[in-house]
């Protein structure tokens, strides 16, 4: 009877798929929103010409500035994920081979080199075993931080919908106040007869675009705390080299 050995599988997995649901309108918004955002800028100088000392929105993209530093990649987590579960039926698969190869070669080989042989590659076994449980620690560590990256991503799309809406409505009235050759000089009377009061809506728009901003970019130290505790389940993976150079 020949020895009948079973091939390891460890094809990369496919990317993770979402598991919530996400605004459908944040990718509109987020390919508008840099045009909205220069807009809204011109209009901010305009009201600090005449007092408002507002902060001009910062450059880039909100998702090259909020989204992608905040939230990671969920889709490639959970591939991760996928790739420990992969990994950990591999090595079980190498551990049975190896047990197979003990029980075929022991009665062919007997004497002292027989079980010498029975008796390391059986340790081996062990050690792959030991090695597939421990990789598999990993992987709802990944699922965890995936779902959780998911999940801050919704709340930041979410986000990022309001700024655009009130950055939209911002550049609006700020356009239909100093539009025309007219407008910068009927907006600059208006600020000198009424004061403050004649710009209220558009300064409580920008501070609120700038609320947003802040609250997001806030957002990153509660993450950089919760990502220093996931490494730390993770530190168990240090452990892999030691037993890799066991089994090798």
Known sequence: ??????????????????????????????????????????????????????????????????????TGDAGAIRQNAQACHGVREALTVIAGNQLRLITWVEPRWGGRAGAAYALDLGGRALATRGLAELIDVAAPVFDDIALFCERLTVEVEGLVVECGEVLGRLVRRILSRVSGPLGWGCFAIEVATQGMDAITDLIDDARRVLEIIETLLALQDSVLEWAREKRDRLETLLDLPELLRVIA
């Open 1 to 70: 009877m020949g020895l009948e050995l079973r091939e390891p599988d460890l094809a990369p997995p496919p990317e993770g798929e979402d598991e919530l649901r996400h605004d459908v309108t944040f990718e509109a918004w987020d390919a508008k929103v840099c045009g909205l955002r220069d807009l809204a800028n011109r209009g901010i100088d305009v009201l600090n010409r005449v007092g408002a000392g507002l902060d001009r929105l910062p450059e880039g993209s909100l998702r090259e500035l909020l989204v992608e530093p905040l």
